[in-house]
C-alpha cells in the first residue's frame, strides 16, 4: 500500500514539474517574443559608444536591466516631487544602461519635452525642457540605435507638434529661438549648396588641404596654429564668422571655402544635420525654410523612411505621416521674413515652393498603402490639402494653380459651390470664426504682401482692396478670440511692418530698383493716410474738395 502510494505521489509530482516545464517554456517564448518586438535584446556592444556605456555595458552585464528598473522607479518618484534637473541625468544614464530600449527613451524625451516643460511659467526654461527631450533621442538614442524608424517619427513629432504646433503658449518663443540659432550656424545667405560640398570632417579636410599647403601656411600667417584653433576661434562669436585676421591673407574664394565647411561641421555636430540631405530634401520637396520647426520635422522623418527602406521593409507608415503632414504645414506658414529677438516672435508666410510637392507627397502615400486603411486616411487628408491650399493659393495670386487645385478637388469631393471664388469667399468666413493663429496669420500675412506687391506693380486699388480685407480678418479674429492667450495674433500695424521690412530687405539685395520703387509707394501712402487723419481731425468736412 505503502509502495502504491509512494507510486502515485512520484507519478503526480512528475506531471507537476512537466507542467511547471511546460509553462516556463511558454513564458519564455512569449518572452523572446516581446524581446524581438520590442528590439530590447542587447548583443553586448554598442557601436561608437562613449567609453563610458561601453564600460556600463559590459561591466554589469545581466545586472543593467535590474539597475535600470530601480533608476526607473527613482525617475517617477522625482517626477512626483517636481525634482526635474535630476530626471535628466536618470534619463541619461537609463539610455545608457539600456542603449537598445527605444521605447523607453522615446517616453523619457516625451515626458520632458511635454510633461515637463509646461510646468515652468518661464520660456526660457520651457525651451530648456524641449531641448533636452530633442537631445536624449538626436543626441543619444540615435547614436545607438541608428536603424530604428520608431525614434525618428518621435523626434520628428516633437518639432512638428510642440515646437511647429501652436498648443503651448510658448510656440513662438520656440519657433523664434530655432530660427536664430539656424540662422547662426547657416549664416546670412542660408545657401546649403556650398555646406554640402565643402570637405565633411577634420579628416577629409586635411586630406584635401594637408598642413603644408599653401592654405595653411596663410591660416598660420593668420595667427591660427592647427585645425582646433581655427575652429575654436570661428565658434567664438555670439554669431559664428571667420576670424577677421583670415581676411588678410586668404583670398576670397579661401574664406568662403572656410566658412562654408565650418559651418557644415557646426551644423553636422550641434544639431546632428547632414547639408548633403537637407539639400536632397531640398531637391526632391521644393526650396525650404531650414530655420522653421516644420522642416526639420520633414528632415528627420525622411531619414526614419530611408533606414525602413534600407531594412527591406516598405516606408514606415508613421515617418511617412510626419512628412505628409510637415509639408502641408511647412506649406501653409513655412517661410520665415522677419526674426524678431527682442520681442521673442516671428513672422511667417506660406511657403508656396512646397505646393505641388505636398499634394503628391499625399498622392504617393495613398498609393503605397492602398492595400490597408492607411490609404484611405492619406486619401483623405489630400482632400483637406487641397480644402486648406485654394484659398492661400488664390490669395499669393497664382489663380490658374488655384483653379486647377479647385478642379481636383471638385472631382474627389463633390462641387460644394458655383465657382471657386465662392469656395474662397466661404472659406474666408470660416477662417474669422473658427482657424487656428498660424492660419489667420497666413491668410492676412498673404493679403499684406499681396498688396506691396500691387504697390510695386502701380495698382494701389488692388493694394488698397487687399488690405482691406486683410484689416477686416485680422480685426474679427482677434475680437473672436480675444479671451484665449495663445490664439493671440500680433497688432495689424506689427505684422505689416515686418511683412514690409522683411520683402524690402530682400529687394535690397536682390532687386535694389524694386526696393526704392516700393519705399517711394510706402512713402507716399504714408503721406497719403496723414493728409486723410488730419481731414477726419476737422470733424467738418462739408469744405473738404475731393
Known amino acids: 500500500m505503502n509502495r502504491f502510494r509512494n507510486m502515485t505521489l512520484i507519478l503526480v509530482l512528475l506531471l507537476i514539474t512537466c507542467g511547471a516545464l511546460f509553462g516556463i517554456r511558454q513564458l519564455e517564448y512569449s518572452l523572446d517574443r516581446t524581446i524581438n518586438e520590442e528590439k530590447l535584446r542587447f548583443?553586448?556592444?554598442?557601436?561608437?559608444?562613449?567609453?563610458?556605456?561601453?564600460?556600463?555595458?559590459?561591466?554589469?552585464?545581466?545586472?543593467?536591466?535590474?539597475?535600470?528598473?530601480?533608476?526607473?522607479?527613482?525617475?517617477?518618484?522625482?517626477?512626483?516631487?517636481?525634482?526635474?534637473?535630476?530626471?535628466?541625468q536618470l534619463a541619461r544614464w537609463i539610455t545608457d544602461l539600456q542603449p537598445n530600449y527605444s521605447g523607453g527613451t522615446a517616453y523619457l524625451a516625451w515626458n520632458l519635452?511635454?510633461?515637463?516643460?509646461?510646468?515652468?511659467?518661464?520660456?526660457?526654461?520651457?525651451?530648456y525642457w524641449v531641448n533636452e527631450g530633442l537631445k536624449l533621442i538626436r543626441d543619444k538614442a540615435l547614436l545607438y540605435n541608428p536603424d530604428d524608424p520608431m525614434l525618428y517619427k518621435e523626434l520628428s513629432w516633437i518639432y512638428l507638434h510642440k515646437l511647429g504646433n501652436l498648443m503651448d503658449d510658448a510656440h513662438l518663443y520656440y519657433k523664434n529661438q530655432m530660427a536664430i540659432q539656424m540662422t547662426n550656424i547657416l549664416g546670412k545667405a542660408?545657401?546649403?549648396?556650398?555646406?554640402?560640398?565643402?570637405?565633411?570632417?577634420?579628416?577629409?579636410?586635411?586630406?584635401?588641404?594637408?598642413?603644408?599647403?599653401k592654405l595653411w601656411d596663410k591660416i598660420r600667417k593668420a595667427g591660427f596654429k592647427d585645425y582646433e584653433e581655427l575652429t575654436a576661434a570661428f565658434r567664438k562669436p555670439v554669431r559664428v564668422a571667420l576670424p577677421e585676421e583670415l581676411g588678410k591673407y586668404l583670398t576670397k574664394d579661401e574664406m568662403a571655402l572656410l566658412d562654408a565647411h565650418l559651418r557644415a561641421e557646426l551644423l553636422r555636430e550641434r544639431l546632428k544635420l547632414d547639408p548633403v540631405?537637407?539639400?536632397?530634401?531640398?531637391?526632391?520637396?521644393?526650396?525650404?525654410?531650414?530655420?522653421?520647426?516644420?522642416?526639420?520635422?520633414?528632415?528627420w522623418a525622411e531619414v526614419g523612411v530611408d533606414k525602413s527602406v534600407a531594412n527591406g521593409r516598405r516606408p514606415d507608415v508613421n515617418c511617412v505621416r510626419i512628412v505628409t503632414h510637415g509639408l502641408q504645414a511647412a506649406f501653409r506658414s513655412g517661410k520665415l521674413?522677419?526674426?524678431?529677438?527682442?520681442?521673442r516672435t516671428i513672422q511667417a508666410l506660406p511657403n508656396l515652393n512646397l505646393t505641388d510637392s505636398a499634394y503628391k507627397a499625399f498622392e504617393s502615400a495613398e498609393g503605397d498603402y492602398k492595400d490597408?486603411?492607411?490609404?484611405?486616411?492619406?486619401?483623405?487628408?489630400?482632400?483637406?490639402?487641397?480644402?486648406?491650399?485654394?484659398?492661400?493659393?488664390?490669395?499669393n495670386g497664382d489663380l490658374k494653380k488655384a483653379q486647377?487645385?479647385?478642379?481636383?478637388?471638385?472631382?474627389?469631393?463633390?462641387?460644394?459651390?458655383?465657382?471657386?471664388?465662392?469656395?474662397?469667399?466661404?472659406?474666408?468666413?470660416?477662417?474669422?470664426?473658427?482657424?487656428?493663429?498660424?492660419?489667420?496669420?497666413?491668410?492676412?500675412?498673404?493679403?499684406?504682401m499681396r498688396a506691396l506687391e500691387n504697390l510695386l506693380r502701380g495698382d494701389r486699388q488692388s493694394a488698397l482692396a487687399n488690405e482691406r480685407l486683410a484689416k477686416f480678418i485680422h480685426k474679427e479674429y482677434v475680437r473672436k478670440?480675444?479671451?484665449?492667450?495663445?490664439?493671440?495674433?500680433?497688432?495689424?500695424?506689427?505684422?505689416?511692418?515686418?511683412?514690409?521690412?522683411?520683402?524690402?530687405?530682400?529687394?535690397?539685395?536682390?532687386?535694389?530698383?524694386?526696393?526704392?520703387?516700393?519705399?517711394?509707394?510706402?512713402?507716399?501712402?504714408?503721406a497719403e493716410k496723414l493728409m486723410q487723419k488730419n481731414f477726419e481731425n476737422k470733424g467738418d468736412r462739408s469744405d473738404v474738395i475731393l
Not at 190 to 213: H, T, V
Not at 496 to 522: C, D, H, T, V
Request: proline content about 4%; charged content about 30%; overall charge negative.
Open 113 to 127: 519635452a511635454y510633461n515637463i516643460s509646461v510646468t515652468s511659467s518661464d520660456w526660457e526654461d520651457r525651451w
Open 404 to 448: 486647377e487645385f479647385y478642379d481636383r478637388l471638385v472631382k474627389m469631393d463633390g462641387k460644394y459651390f458655383r465657382s471657386m471664388d465662392e469656395f474662397v469667399m466661404a472659406h474666408f468666413a470660416e477662417d474669422v470664426r473658427d482657424a487656428d493663429v498660424e492660419r489667420a496669420n497666413s491668410i492676412v500675412s498673404s493679403l499684406i
Open 337 to 343: 521674413v522677419m526674426i524678431d529677438d527682442d520681442a
Open 190 to 213: 542660408m545657401e546649403l549648396e556650398p555646406l554640402a560640398a565643402a570637405p565633411a570632417g577634420k579628416a577629409e579636410f586635411m586630406r584635401l588641404y594637408p598642413e603644408n599647403s
Open 277 to 299: 540631405k537637407m539639400l536632397a530634401i531640398d531637391r526632391k520637396y521644393g526650396k525650404m525654410d531650414w530655420r522653421v520647426p516644420e522642416s526639420q520635422a520633414i528632415y
Open 43 to 88: 548583443s553586448g556592444t554598442v557601436n561608437d559608444a562613449p567609453p563610458a556605456v561601453v564600460f556600463t555595458t559590459m561591466a554589469l552585464g545581466s545586472f543593467r536591466g535590474l539597475l535600470a528598473d530601480v533608476l526607473w522607479l527613482r525617475s517617477e518618484m522625482l517626477k512626483s516631487k517636481k525634482n526635474y534637473f535630476e530626471m535628466v
Open 372 to 395: 490597408s486603411g492607411a490609404g484611405d486616411s492619406f486619401y483623405s487628408a489630400k482632400i483637406n490639402y487641397l480644402k486648406d491650399a485654394i484659398p492661400l493659393i488664390y490669395l
Open 481 to 526: 478670440n480675444k479671451d484665449v492667450k495663445r490664439n493671440q495674433l500680433p497688432a495689424y500695424e506689427q505684422i505689416k511692418s515686418n511683412i514690409f521690412q522683411g520683402m524690402l530687405n530682400y529687394l535690397r539685395e536682390n532687386r535694389p530698383e524694386w526696393a526704392r520703387k516700393l519705399e517711394a509707394e510706402a512713402e507716399a501712402e504714408r
